[in-house]
């Protein structure tokens, strides 16, 4: 939202929220989300034509298109737990926008859902029976975290889906010129409302297929004495393959990949599909093999035990430039260690220390795990240092001074395969990167 404003001016975006700890935030200097490049444009439109409030009626009424972007989360229980999304904030915005009325309105489904949820929503306002009309438009996000501002601004494609009717092709075009503003239109993909959907889903369930396919090679490759870094380059120089989203790693996380996949592996056991729901669910097993693979790995290395052994972890988001810590592999791989008794010392740059603690389910110093202002502390008087997310500064550190300060012989596992492990090698460190033999 903030960059459609910054891109119309001639656009008044007025996002509307329940939370007024978050709408205050947002109307602070301090944002309640980091992402490189975002305070700059909202401190530039904000008052313009950008307002945040809990003004949540004013806001519908007032507003030609309403874009739903409220979170889906994965069911917790009842029918669907643990795969299918929970779809209560969608339905009950619907609900809210048909009792507000307000006159004809195009909504914009934003956040991400199964197929068909278009249909839900154009059922609950179809029957508010209050005189409007309303078309129903998916809108789906491709930003990635940490790039978003960079994403929004240049994206590879916008996908505007809608009622092939002439009222929904209507409706297409008024969202499409929003983004015609700054996109070109050959960028924009106009299509029924089911595969723009679907295709959402699709998009993250490919991306995560790749991590976890490299991710299976990783495996091989420490077991054969292949470089799975080397593998990826040169199977990436393939065209037909190209060479994104080819970095093994500790585990895919955030917020999207593994809730769209389970998402599309319900949807297909829902149309009776249960071979391919398996086959893309296979794709998440890989990811928590990968996890586990880790810390076995650790375990091997440090003697067969990390029991009572100090152990650093370095980052803690679900990769770099983010706050973000939802499904971050770190999660796992810290809760592995813990039940194996070994005392963690957590550093991330940006993720707050409650949010760590309260990720692992500890509270400081009651139990064994302590967070540090830096990474120099967190490694002091450590038996191994693990690096579980990607962030730049990682590189900058002097790994002499920190392994003079550890105990030997001491360990570094790099599970996002960021650090030159021969010059580590060199230092005295016993390292082990995510797909070396
Ligand atoms: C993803 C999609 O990229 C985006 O289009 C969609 O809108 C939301 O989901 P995001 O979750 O922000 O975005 O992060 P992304 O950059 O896709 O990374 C996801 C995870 O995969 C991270 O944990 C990352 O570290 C991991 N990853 C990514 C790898 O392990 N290896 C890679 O080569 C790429």
């Known amino acids: 939202m903030a960059m459609i404003a910054d891109k119309c001016e001639d656009i008044r ?4 929220d329940l939370n007024a700890e978050r709408v205050d935030g947002w109307n602070s200097d301090d944002l309640p989300v980091f992402e490189p490049g975002l305070t700059e444009i909202v401190l530039r439109r904000r008052g313009k034509n950008l307002f945040f409030t809990t003004a949540v009626e ?3 009424r007032e507003a030609d298109v309403i874009f739903i972007s409220v979170n889906t989360p994965t069911k917790t229980s009842g029918v669907g737990a643990g795969k299918a999304a929970d779809l209560r904030y969608v339905e009950s915005c619907a609900r809210q926008i048909a009792e507000v009325g307000g006159g004809d309105k195009i909504v914009v489904e934003k956040s991400t859902v199964p197929v068909r949820t278009a249909h839900s929503v154009q059922e609950i306002l179809s029957a508010a029976e209050n005189g409007h009309s309303y078309q129903v438009i998916s809108n789906p996000e491709f930003l990635a975290e940490g790039t978003a501002m960079k994403d929004l601004e240049k994206p590879d494609r916008v996908l505007v889906g809608g009622n092939v009717t002439p009222e929904g092709r209507a409706a297409v075009d008024v969202i499409t010129s929003i983004y015609a503003q700054w996109v070109p239109r050959e960028r924009i993909i106009k299509t029924n409302l089911w595969s723009s959907e679907l295709s959402k889903l699709t998009a993250n369930a490919f991306l995560a297929q790749r991590v976890s396919s490299i991710n299976s090679i990783s495996a091989l490759c420490e077991a054969t004495g292949a470089d799975v870094d080397e593998v990826s380059h040169a199977i990436g120089a393939d065209s037909r393959i190209g060479p ?9 996380g955030g917020s999207c990949f593994q809730k769209d996949i389970l998402n599309l592996t319900y949807l297909c056991e829902h149309f009776g599909l249960p071979e391919i729901a398996e086959y893309w669910t296979k ?7 990968q996890k586990k693979r880790f810390v076995t790995r650790m375990i091997d290395a440090m003697f067969n035990t990390v029991s009572g052994k100090r152990i650093a972890v370095l980052g803690y988001a679900f990769k770099k430039d983010t706050n973000d810590v939802r499904e971050s592999p770190a999660i796992d791989v810290c809760r592995y260690l813990l039940d194996e008794t070994a ?5 991330d740059p940006k993720v707050e220390p409650e949010t760590i603690l309260s990720t692992l389910g500890t509270k400081e110093d009651e139990d064994s795990v302590t967070i540090c202002k830096d990474a120099y502390e967190a490694c002091e008087g450590a038996h191994a240092i693990a690096v579980l997310t990607e962030w730049d500064e990682f590189n900058d550190l002097d790994f002499a001074k920190i392994h003079a300060q550890m105990e030997q012989p001491a360990f570094l596992f790099d599970g996002r395969n960021v650090l030159d492990l021969k010059a580590l090698e060199e230092i005295g460190f016993r390292t082990y990167g995510i797909g070396k033999g």
């Open 13 to 16: 975006v007025t996002v509307v």
């Open 58 to 60: 004013d806001g519908i």
């Open 244 to 252: 994104k989203f080819l970095k093994s790693s500790v585990g895919f």
């Open 283 to 289: 794709v998440v097993e890989m990811n928590d093999l």
């Open 343 to 347: 005392e963690l010392r957590v550093y």
